[in-house]
């Protein structure tokens, strides 16, 4: 999974179809969030918590749903 300065929207899409997950946003602001990077062999999980060094979010796991917040 390969992104360059994409918005967190787009890039939970394309997380969506990475990781089989469905990923929703409670507000709007985290959907403005700019990552750059590349995931390989980490779960979705790890993903996050990367992502979460770059910009302060927090998400909630629910089988294979996740809630950005």
């Excluded at 590349?38 to 796991?61: G, P």
Aim: aromatic share 16%.
């Amino acid at each position: 999974l390969i992104f360059q300065d994409e918005d967190f929207e787009d890039l939970a899409v394309k997380m969506e179809r990475w990781y089989g997950v469905e990923i929703s946003f409670a507000g709007n602001e985290a959907k403005q969030y700019r990552f750059t990077g590349i995931f390989e062999k980490e779960t979705v999980r790890q993903a996050l918590d990367a992502l979460k060094l770059i910009d302060k979010f927090n998400y909630t796991v629910n089988g294979n749903r996740i809630t950005i917040f």
